[in-house]
């Protein structure tokens, strides 16, 4: 039983033995090698994921097939297309890789029936959508007053450790700009 998860959730709320034995027993594990796809755009969501190990980004690709870096995700963290999960339609974003990754699944049903048998699950979910939701608020309010050299600053400062993990292309994919761009403010 991965303790990892365990530990992230008691960051919340705490859980007893027979609790998180419950909790584990709706997540099933799965490894994705580097530049494999967990979602792709056009495909169904089968599972809202939790990161135990590895990088990935979350890309959405517009009609003239221009690749925009909505968000990333490592160690820790949950990520899906929650829109096409929750709704159950197919995906408009793709979740690629980009270093060997293993995950924990939670499927749609799964998900319910962990909520619906352990009550407290569902005051964990709702914290941690609480909290995504600000932290896209936050990004989105950084995107329309910052300018790219704040951005960049502010991606520093929140994630140090992605900085390391990601080409200077995706960072600048990610913050709009060209390459180009990111690199003449740090010459």
Request: proline share 3%.
């Amino acid at each position: 039983m991965p303790e990892q998860l365990r530990e992230h959730i008691e960051r919340i709320l705490p859980l007893t033995d027979e609790e998180y034995a419950f909790v584990i027993s709706h997540f099933k594990s799965r490894k994705y090698k580097k530049h494999q796809f967990l979602i792709q755009q056009g495909d169904p969501v089968p599972c809202h994921y939790f990161v135990l190990k590895g990088l990935l980004k979350l890309v959405f690709t517009d009609d003239t097939e221009k690749a925009h870096i909505i968000s990333f995700a490592m160690e820790d963290w949950w990520e899906s297309d929650f829109y096409a999960f929750y709704t159950q339609t197919k995906a408009t974003m793709s979740r690629e890789c980009l270093e060997n990754t293993e995950v924990l699944c939670l499927s749609l049903e799964d998900y319910k029936k962990l909520c619906e048998g352990l009550q407290k699950m569902e005051r964990f979910f709702l914290e941690k959508a609480t909290f995504g939701f600000l932290g896209a608020q936050r990004r989105i309010i950084s995107s329309l007053t910052s300018n790219v050299k704040e951005r960049y600053e502010q991606l520093l400062k929140q994630y140090p450790s992605l900085i390391q993990r990601v080409p200077k292309s995706m960072i600048a994919a990610y913050l709009g700009v060209s390459r180009e761009t990111l690199s003449r403010l740090y010459a």
